[in-house]
């Protein structure tokens, strides 16, 4: 009989609704159950393509003798991390700080008053390597509880203080200067793996962010070592089994340190990410690579994540069916050379396994290989021949039992996805794809948006979700927005992330200090008002925020934005020059900064005029850091910055702004960009 996630819209409550477990979704009702019942609650956070998160349920929520001690002992309640990241990320802090290492699936026991007091990750169904099984843990925390209450409660509330004494060190409120950049770029290069890419050791995961920081840091400032550190880590990946050498996308990370074996998962938020940097380094170098991936991932997020309602999922899943009704983690993607002898012939099989990277051995488990494209000189292969090799290999690929897809849409990681098309589309001459970041962006509006413009962070099926959107939600959205606007020249976009950055301003920042919250000072109280800064897996709210901030101010003369963003880059300036990795976005907004960031606007007689079309697209390649664009015919309203511009001599103009100072109009594309290059 389902238990109570069975109406729920995330895909990974709905994974554990047929459990045995008596389930709760996080709400004040379980911890109202909690109360009546005098019982701890334990806590179980993960996400639906989380492999040991299907491991765990598979060993433990589904066994009938595990599940009825849980449900006789505790208040079971189960999130998704990627519905409520806050919920997710005050209790990922106690488990980081109580352990040293976090991760998911997440387990915590918590008081009723939803304090926690006993952490851990993954537990075994019987013990092993040191590791107690998940049911002596239920058996220990329950006899605890049962006899040692008030030992309990005390630990609980001594760990909940602790937390509270954790505060940000937020530096002096000010934006990084030359000196903390340049530390940040020292740091970086020691951290950096010349042999292979990308930076430390295994596992490896992309540096999308610090990417963009390099790419913006060679713009304004030549240094050849960050573009080159930028150029050979992109062409490492992309040469890597971390990307699909088949059907395009990246998947989560590396289990190695040479990008071979990935963890096949494949998330969108990685995916914008990286199709943006990859078509930003095109920009920068003219690289065909670069050019092929940056539209290869832009293909599959439209082709494999878009959904009926023009969205975009969150996530594939790394295991699917291996052909036997056993899920395999990476089943879908990996060959044996039987495998493309089958699909190929004796003679094409030969060729595709010395261009892959494919081995009698196998690259991965039980003599597979992850395609690859190892480095060789490709002039060896005819191209016409590889690409007919590639299209048979994925068609047969879309024979296998496909991976799971999560379906629900969250409106920040969408808002990374309406960026990386819009700017893909527009260098590429690929109108589909700016097609695509509208209809997305479309969805956001019509149905994430109310009239109030406060947001929702998720959708499924068009249906939206119960939870409030966080600092990030609003961030990547308003990024979105504005390059949307930039590209279309629809002013209604820079409406809409004006809207989104009022509520930043209203409550999300301190008043005082400048500094940001993940959550929104009206929402839910949980035990501590999660605030991180730093750069993961994406852009944190507190960076993009201070990016979209600063891009709005560009495009409307807005003070009082303006002041937001150079206040929250005060943490780049501290954590900057000591963990760069860990604040990518946060550089390069702080690279706009010292870049002006440059205003453009260009006017033509209509926006399907050639010369207008071709003095925009040149605006948009334009490498100075977060250039802002304005598009759109003299006297036009949609944009502050066409406001007083006038054609020159009849023809379609550019103007340049920065710092309050502008360059003379010019008529002629290469001027402009060589002022939007210099």
């Not at 379980?30 to 806590?43: I, K, M, T, Y």
Request: charged share 25%; with cysteine; net charge negative.
């Amino acid at each position: 009989m389902p238990n109570r996630l069975a109406h729920e819209t995330s895909p990974y409550l709905l994974q554990h609704a047929d459990n045995p477990v008596d389930w709760w979704p996080w709400s004040e009702e379980a911890f109202a159950e909690a109360r009546r019942r005098e019982l701890p609650v334990h806590l179980s956070v993960g996400y639906s393509s989380c492999h040991w998160c299907h491991v765990l349920a598979k060993e433990s929520f589904q066994d009938e003798v595990t599940a009825a001690f849980m449900n006789e002992h505790f208040v079971n309640i189960k999130v998704d991390r990627e519905e409520r990241p806050d919920v997710d990320a005050v209790y990922m802090e106690a488990v980081q700080a109580a352990t040293g290492h976090g991760g998911w699936p997440m387990t915590v026991f918590l008081t009723p008053g939803a304090e926690p007091f006993y952490f851990g990750t993954y537990f075994p169904p019987e013990p092993r390597q040191g590791m107690p099984s998940f049911r002596q843990v239920l058996q220990g925390v329950s006899q605890a509880w049962e006899e040692r209450r008030d030992e309990v409660t005390e630990v609980a509330g001594k760990i909940v203080r602790d937390l509270a004494g954790r505060e940000i060190s937020y530096g002096d409120a000010q934006t990084p200067g030359e000196q903390e950049l340049a530390q940040a770029l020292l740091g970086l290069t020691r951290e950096y793996d010349p042999q292979r890419g990308g930076f430390g050791g295994a596992p490896k995961f992309p540096p999308s962010m610090v990417l963009e920081f390099l790419l913006r840091h060679h713009a304004r400032t030549g240094a050849e070592g960050a573009l080159q550190m930028a150029v050979d880590t992109c062409e490492r990946m992309a040469r890597g089994g971390i990307y699909d050498q088949l059907g395009g996308g990246f998947a989560r990370y590396s289990v190695d340190r040479d990008w071979i074996v990935p963890h096949f998962e494949k998330m969108l938020y990685d995916n914008a990410l990286l199709c943006r940097v990859y078509a930003h380094l095109w920009r920068a170098t003219g690289s065909e690579p670069a050019r092929r991936v940056a539209l290869e991932t832009a293909d599959f997020m439209v082709r494999e994540l878009r959904t009926n309602e023009g969205g975009f999922a969150s996530a594939l899943d790394a295991d699917s069916d291996d052909g036997t009704g056993r899920h395999v983690e990476g089943a879908y993607y990996v060959w044996t050379p039987e495998q493309l002898r089958e699909v190929l012939g004796e003679q094409d099989a030969e060729v595709a396994v010395r261009y892959f990277g494919v081995t009698e051995e196998g690259t991965f488990e039980h003599g597979q290989s992850v395609l690859q494209l190892p480095v060789q000189d490709d002039g060896l292969f005819d191209a016409e021949r590889i690409d007919s090799i590639r299209e048979r290999l994925l068609a047969a690929r879309a024979e296998r039992p496909a991976p799971g897809r999560d379906d629900k849409v969250v409106a920040a990681w969408n808002g990374l996805a309406i960026a990386a098309l819009a700017e893909t589309g527009a260098y590429f001459d690929r109108p589909d794809l700016i097609e695509a970041a509208v209809a997305a962006a479309d969805l956001l509006v019509r149905l994430h948006l109310d009239e109030q413009a406060r947001l929702t962070r998720t959708s499924k099926d068009g249906r939206a979700g119960a939870n409030s959107g966080v600092l990030e939600d609003y961030a990547d959205v308003a990024e979105g927005f504005l390059a949307l606007a930039s590209v279309t020249g629809e002013g209604v976009w820079l409406e809409f992330a004006g809207f989104l950055l009022d509520h930043v301003l209203a409550r999300f920042t301190d008043p005082e200090s400048g500094a940001l919250f993940d959550t929104a000072a009206d929402a839910e109280r949980l035990i501590r008002r999660p605030q991180d800064p730093t750069d993961n897996a994406t852009p944190s709210g507190w960076s993009a925020a201070a990016g979209a901030l600063l891009s709005y101010a560009a495009h409307t003369g807005s003070v009082p934005h303006r002041t937001a963003a150079e206040k929250a880059l005060g943490v780049v300036k501290a954590l900057g020059p000591r963990v760069p990795r860990f604040i990518g976005w946060g550089l390069a907004v702080a690279e706009a900064v010292l870049d002006g960031p440059r205003e453009v606007a260009v006017v033509g007689p209509s926006l399907d005029d050639a010369g207008t079309r071709a003095m925009h697209r040149t605006a948009l390649l334009g490498t100075a850091p977060g250039a802002v664009v304005a598009v759109g015919v003299p006297g036009s309203e949609e944009f502050p910055l066409l406001g007083d511009r006038p054609l020159v001599g009849g023809e379609p103009s550019a103007y340049v702004c920065r710092n309050f100072t502008c360059d003379a109009p010019t008529t002629e594309v290469e001027r402009l960009r060589a002022v939007l290059s210099d």
